[in-house]
């Protein structure tokens, strides 16, 4: 008896040459629901972030006179209690919340291969001193440290993107780097980085070439997490007040700014809600779009999102029964045991 291992979602169409085999799987990620959806919010953010500040009808900071606070046509969300114009602060705000998040989240993502993998593959001392570094920094109270880090800086720095984001960044890499750690240990044994290592390749070709291609699922969803910590981060350091928003508008001034005019008791929700919505839809798409990664890599979760056509011809119904192990099935037409969604065929000599 010889038992095959058959991936459905991916399994291919009789008469169809591999060239296009390979095409349709890959083409098969921009066809997520989840994946489309964020990716779309995530396009608007970033164009609200592009072209944000040359919307703004008013400086963000300009007291403009006016006889009521409530929006009206000449301001769609209202004024602060000082006659600013929220819907421009909200605009000009877009950029450095997507500047410092994606580049906190980059740098920490770098920092994370860097101290992870090597740590993971090298192994040794190595292991242990990065190891130990990594633990430090996770158990590091990350909003106080930055409370604490961002007093100390001018008022200048303060607004600085990339000053920011590496801070940010620095407080939120152990975690993916420990991720990261456990997988490269996995990794250092396969056969093909033994081979790699025999051929006398050098340990960084070897980490770069072999082992992080074989990690990009792991790194996209660091990435995209990290990302969303830089997001909350940054927030709360605009909602604490630690960020001066006379140079450097961002939500988290907003909501501030809302909460020290008592915008919720006095029910002026046009101002402190449309911030929110913003920083709960973007971290919204950045959700999806890791649900859309997690589906492509895992087989059970890619059988799940199985159109009806695709799932008609490779014989399983369109959704599993999710929550229960995999169990076989007789499919009666080919003689073959099917077990959702990669199946198992069994083949009598």
């Known amino acids: 008896?010889?038992?095959?291992?058959?991936?459905?979602?991916?399994?291919?169409?009789?008469?169809?040459?591999?060239?296009?085999?390979?095409?349709?799987?890959?083409?098969?990620?921009?066809?997520?629901?989840?994946?489309?959806?964020?990716?779309?919010l995530l396009g608007l953010f970033v164009i609200l972030a592009i072209i944000g500040p040359w919307l703004a009808p008013y400086d963000p900071g300009k007291i403009v006179v006016s006889t009521t606070q409530d929006p009206s046509a000449h301001h769609w969300l209202g004024q602060t209690q000082l006659g600013q114009d929220i819907?421009?602060?909200?605009?000009?705000?877009?950029?450095?919340?997507?500047?410092?998040?994606?580049?906190?989240?980059?740098?920490?993502?770098?920092?994370?291969i860097v101290i992870g993998i090597t740590a993971g593959y090298v192994g040794g001392w190595v292991d242990d001193v990065l190891s130990?570094?990594?633990?430090?920094?996770?158990?590091?109270?990350?909003?106080?440290?930055?409370?604490?880090v961002g007093s100390f800086l001018p008022k200048g720095d303060s607004a600085n993107d990339l000053l920011v984001g590496g801070v940010i960044a620095l407080t939120g890499w152990a975690w993916g780097a420990r991720v990261l750690r456990a997988q490269s240990l996995s990794l250092r044994n396969r056969d093909f980085v033994e081979a790699a290592r025999i051929?006398?390749?050098?340990?960084?070709?070897?980490?770069?070439?072999?082992?992080?291609?074989?990690?990009?699922?792991?790194?996209?969803?660091?990435?995209?997490?990290?990302?969303?910590?830089?997001?909350g981060t940054y927030v709360a350091l605009g909602f604490l007040g630690v960020l001066n928003p006379a140079v450097n508008w961002s939500w988290g001034s907003i909501l501030f700014d809302a909460?020290?005019?008592?915008?919720?008791?006095?029910g002026q929700w046009w101002w402190y809600v449309p911030p929110g919505l913003c920083i709960a839809l973007l971290g919204t798409s950045?959700?999806?779009?890791?649900?859309?990664?997690?589906?492509?890599?895992?087989?059970?979760?890619?059988?799940?999102?199985?159109?009806?056509?695709?799932?008609?011809?490779?014989?399983?119904p369109r959704t599993?029964?999710?929550?229960?192990?995999?169990?076989?099935?007789?499919?009666?037409?080919?003689?073959?045991?099917?077990?959702?969604?990669?199946?198992?065929?069994?083949?009598?000599?």
């Open 1 to 40: 008896m010889v038992t095959t291992v058959v991936d459905l979602a991916n399994a291919p169409v009789e008469g169809e040459a591999p060239e296009v085999t390979r095409k349709r799987r890959v083409a098969w990620l921009p066809r997520s629901p989840k994946m489309i959806v964020g990716l779309v």
């Open 87 to 112: 819907w421009s602060q909200l605009l000009v705000g877009a950029r450095p919340t997507m500047v410092v998040s994606f580049l906190a989240g980059a740098i920490a993502t770098i920092l994370s």
């Open 132 to 148: 130990m570094i990594a633990n430090v920094f996770l158990v590091l109270p990350a909003l106080p440290l930055l409370i604490v």
């Open 199 to 231: 051929s006398g390749e050098r340990t960084w070709r070897i980490i770069m070439s072999e082992m992080v291609p074989n990690l990009v699922a792991i790194l996209a969803a660091s990435f995209l997490f990290t990302v969303l910590y830089a997001i």
């Open 259 to 266: 909460t020290q005019g008592q915008a919720v008791v006095s």
């Open 286 to 316: 950045l959700a999806l779009i890791n649900f859309g990664i997690d589906e492509f890599i895992n087989p059970r979760l890619r059988a799940a999102g199985l159109s009806r056509k695709v799932a008609q011809r490779a014989g399983v």
């Open 320 to 349: 599993p029964q999710l929550g229960f192990t995999p169990v076989t099935r007789r499919n009666r037409a080919a003689s073959t045991t099917i077990a959702e969604p990669a199946a198992i065929v069994e083949v009598d000599r």
